[in-house]
Structure formats: C-alpha cells, structure tokens
C-alpha cells in the first residue's frame, strides 16, 4: 500500500511538473516578440472576432503560435479584451500578450488634418474630399445640404468651422470633422464676444466673425490684425467704405486668376466692399482666434489707410495723400 502511494505521489509530482512546465511554456509563446521587423500597420476589421484576427495574424507571418493565443480564451479570458476595429501600428519589440492588448485598446492610428487659417469653406470641402482614410459623406452635396446634415439648416457656412488641426482614423467621417470645427467655431465665438470692448461698430457675435474674417485675409502679422481692425471701425464710424481687396476677390468667386482690375472694383457684388457700404453680408473666410480677438478689440488710433508693403506688412496712414505717396513707393513702383 505504502509503495502505492509513493508512485502516486511520484506520478503526481511528475504530472504537476509537466502542468508547470507546460504553462510556462505558453506563457512563453505569449511574451515572444511578434514577427515584424518594422512598424506595421495592421487593421481590425469591423465585426471580426478574436479567433478571426489570430488566425490572420498567423496567416501574415505576424505571430508563430495561433493555438497559445486560442488557449488564452479557455485559461485566461479575462485578460481577452473585446477587440475594437480600426488600424493599430505593430511594433518590433512587442510581445503577444501586448499585441492583444493593443488591439483591444483605443490607441488606434490617427491621421492630422490642418484647416488654415484665412481659408475659405470651398477650400476646406476640396481639402476634406481628399484626406486620406476619412469616410466622405458629403460628395455632390451642396452646402446647404451639408450644413442641414450638421442640424445648422438655412445657416450660410462660410467663417462658421474654426481653422485648426484636428485628428481623425479610419471611419470616421468628413461630418464628425465639419462638426468638431464647426462646435469649436462657436465656443470660441462666444468666449471672444464675452470679452468685447464697449465702443464697437458691430452689434452681434456674427458680424465680428465677418469683422475677424476681413480681418484674417487682410493680414498674416499678429502684431497688424488689431491696427487694421482700428482702422476698419473708424472708417464705418466715419461713413467712409472698407474698400478691402479680399471681399472683391470673395465675390468674384471661382473666376478670381490672382489679380483685380479696375473694372473688378466697380462691379457690384453683395462683398465688393468698393461698391458696398458696411461689412458683406457674411463673413470670406475661417478667421482663426487671433482675428477674433481683434475683431472684438480694435486698437484705438487715427489711422484710416493701409497698404500692402510686398514683405507681408502693410503701412498704415491717417490721410489720403499720405496713403496714396504710400501707394505710388509700395505698389506703384513695384
């Protein structure tokens, strides 16, 4: 009896060594570093499940042992997470156990979209239409189609989507983006108007986004935008028009070929701020928050003219014939 139980207990010491040794064993497959050489992108299709992408990912190459990570399931199912489609970068040095993690996690690749400042909503669709990986929900549909889709019906576009870089992945649609713009537009709208100085010549947060979006075309100096919003308020204070290039330009729409006539400037467009008195009738482009803030805070002066210089500065002027000696040395002679 006594020898019975002593090939039991060998037979038991044997079975747990090799239980062991086994275990350790798959714990091995697991923590072995994937099969890639380099930063791979791979993607989790929607709907596919756990077993489904190991068997792929063994099928590519990418790991050696499927039945170690089918084997997680059965001895380790809570450390299965529930796998979330999208495209995952593998890397080099990761293991099994953190390339199942990985593909459970939310650290999916994404991919930088830059809305310029100063661009207009024409420029942005083309720019949207052509983002790589980005859903398009909105090709061959109007403006007004698009913007009822973003529960904005009957509201005109243009000034309304805050320029800016915004991050997206695979399946995420060009609407979330016009969304995320448009919400973050009107936040930073209403914190700039909240702060207003008290003697404007606009009356509403709409009229200083067509004031910051003059504005932003006018001038890409920071240390300008609040000279030539003094400039532009002392002109509607004193009766005089804005006179500004960028509303002919707007107004002319697509048959705009990068220069205006004389014959430009006396066409009478709803934004031919020549012909024109007071602001257009919505803003010309996506003023960023610099503009903005100008727009709510002119800088106090007796300037009423500027002129472009050529290096990206303009030079200010309180009369007319010191503009036009400053017309005749910066545009004239040039």
Known sequence: MLRVVKILLVLAILAGAALFGGYRYWESR???????????????????GY????????????????????????LEPESVPRLRAGE?????????????????????????????????????????????????RTAGLSDEEVMALLDREGMHPEGWFFPDTYRYHKGVSDLEILRQALTRMEAVLEEVWAGRAD???????????????????????????REIAGVFKRR????MRLQTDPTVIYG????????????????????????????????????????????????????LYFVSRGDGTHHFSRTLREHNNAVNRYIRNR
Not at 57 to 62: E, Q
Not at 120 to 136: V, Y
Request: charged fraction near 25%; proline fraction near 9%; avoid cysteine.
């Open 30 to 48: 697991l923590e072995a570093p994937i099969a890639v050489s380099e930063p791979t992108l791979y993607e989790v299709p929607r709907g596919a």
């Open 88 to 136: 995952y970068m593998l890397e080099p040095d990761m293991s099994g156990r953190e390339l199942v993690m990985l593909l459970g996690s939310d650290r999916v690749v994404t991919y930088p979209l830059t809305i310029p400042e100063g661009w207009t909503f024409r420029q942005m669709r083309a720019l949207l239409d052509n983002a790589p990986k980005l859903e398009n």
């Open 252 to 303: 002319m729409g697509e048959r705009y070929d990068g220069r205006i006539t004389r014959a430009d400037l006396r066409e009478a467009t709803p934004y031919n701020t020549y012909v024109i008195d007071g602001m257009p009738p919505t803003p010309i482009a996506m003023p960023g928050r610099a503009s903005l803030e100008a727009a709510v805070d002119p800088l106090p002066g007796d300037t």
């Open 199 to 225: 003697d404007l010549t606009i009356d509403t947060p709409y009229e200083a986004l067509i004031m910051a979006s003059l504005i932003e075309r006018e001038t890409g100096a920071p240390e300008e935008r």
């Open 51 to 74: 077993n489904r992408v190991v068997a792929d990912l063994a099928r590519r190459g990418v790991i050696e042992d499927a039945w170690a990570f089918r084997l997680l399931t059965r």
């Open 236 to 239: 509607m204070e004193t009766g």
